[in-house]
């Protein structure tokens, strides 16, 4: 069964950078797209907003706000990092990750998408304030 943790959240002045880890555990790993979403009090009915995802072939796909300030890696099959840059109070909220898959034979060529609907299993969350 598929496991996920998130770690490295806090509080963080603004303008600061913050990377957050999600470890994985369970089953061909390699075979499963990792997204980040979090869920910010301004968005109403605390929807999750996906932030960026990427697929068993390493593509990324950003959310259009995510641009330039976000990024993501998955060096191993274990272990997704959401690197944030110049954050600002409006990206206070709880970040997860989430897993789709396993993806088998042509669809682990797809990219991902950053629809909350794909993802199967969710870790529990990791709190991020931004605030001077």
């Known amino acids: 069964q598929l496991h996920l943790v998130e770690s490295g959240g806090g509080l963080v002045q603004p303008g600061g950078s913050l990377t957050l880890s999600c470890r994985l555990s369970?089953?061909?790993?390699?075979?499963?797209?990792v997204g980040w979403f979090r869920q910010v009090p301004q968005v109403p009915g605390k929807e999750r907003l996906g932030?960026?995802?990427?697929?068993?072939?390493?593509?990324l796909t950003f959310a259009a706000f995510a641009v330039g300030r976000f990024n993501m890696s998955r060096d191993d099959p274990n272990t997704a990092y959401l690197y944030i840059n110049d954050l600002k109070p409006d990206d206070t909220g709880l970040y997860y990750c989430a897993a789709e898959g396993p993806r088998r034979g042509v669809w682990l060529l797809e990219t991902c998408d950053l629809s909350t609907y794909e993802y199967q299993t969710w870790g529990q969350g990791t709190q991020v304030t931004v605030s001077s």
């Open positions: 932030i960026v995802c990427i697929s068993p072939d390493k593509r």
């Open positions: 369970g089953l061909e790993l390699e075979r499963y797209v």
